[in-house]
């Protein structure tokens, strides 16, 4: 089975841009969380996807934004780009139903660098 | 106080000993705990979950839980050069609405380098 993918795996923007981030779920998966990592804050949870609705939501600023398609593909938007957004931008999918969560398994993450 | 915490790093062990990674979490109802390896410049990788108290092992990594201590801890048996990396405890806790849909709550991480 094919793993979770990303697109593009590197980016660089500048401040005030905008920027959208693609994400493939394993095939059957139809939970998508995406996370934010950095080397000051590690990992934080920015939203989840499941079946097109957005299930939970992290401590990020309304910048950020995400979707989930019927496909579970997902992508984030992230709006106005500050410096601090910098940080490598990770999905990863589960096999998870409307109650119960199991384990996540990780993209290999887009690098974004905003200067 | 974090709502997930590991014992500082860097650890460092000789090839063939036994590491020891400690995590302790909140606890809100957390129902479900993972450990992940992160090698530099790479995204997580799963090596670890566990749902219920007791031990778990899978070849050379053995996890245990304790919920009533709220600690998590990660036995990596026979160590090798290969098992360098960054480890992250993860932990799925339910927030104030009781609700946790495919949120984890990472760790800060503990650098465990195995010298030869």
């Known amino acids: 089975k094919a793993g979770v993918t990303q697109t593009p795996r590197y980016l660089i923007k500048t401040r005030g841009q905008q920027v959208t981030l693609s994400c493939s779920p394993i095939?059957?998966?139809?939970?998508v969380s995406w996370y934010q990592q950095t080397p000051g804050q590690g990992l934080q949870f920015l939203f989840e996807?499941?079946?097109?609705?957005?299930?939970n939501k992290g401590n990020f600023p309304g910048r950020f934004s995400g979707r989930q398609f019927s496909n579970s593909r997902s992508e984030m938007n992230v709006s106005t780009l500050e410096l601090g957004d910098s940080a490598l931008y990770l999905c990863?999918?589960?096999?998870?139903?409307?109650?119960?969560?199991?384990?996540?398994?990780f993209g290999p993450g887009t690098r974004l660098t905003v200067t | 106080q974090k709502e997930v915490e590991q014992n500082s790093g860097p650890l460092s062990v000789p090839e063939g000993a036994i590491a020891s990674l400690n995590c302790t979490y909140s606890?809100?109802?957390?129902?479900?705990f993972f450990w992940y390896r992160q090698y530099s410049g790479k995204s997580p990788e799963l090596i670890m979950s566990i749902y219920s108290n007791g031990d778990k092992e899978d070849g050379r990594f053995t996890a245990q839980l304790n919920k009533a201590s709220q600690y998590v801890s990660l036995l990596i048996r026979d160590s090798q050069p290969s098992d360098s990396a960054t480890y992250l405890c993860a932990v799925n806790l339910y927030d104030a609405g009781g609700t946790s849909y495919g949120k984890l709550t990472f760790g800060q991480g503990t650098i465990l380098t195995v010298h030869p």
């Open positions: 095939s059957g998966h139809r939970s």
């Open positions: 996807y499941f079946s097109e609705t957005q299930r």
């Open positions: 606890d809100r109802g957390s129902q479900s």
């Open positions: 990863a999918s589960s096999l998870a139903t409307w109650t119960v969560s199991y384990e996540q398994y």
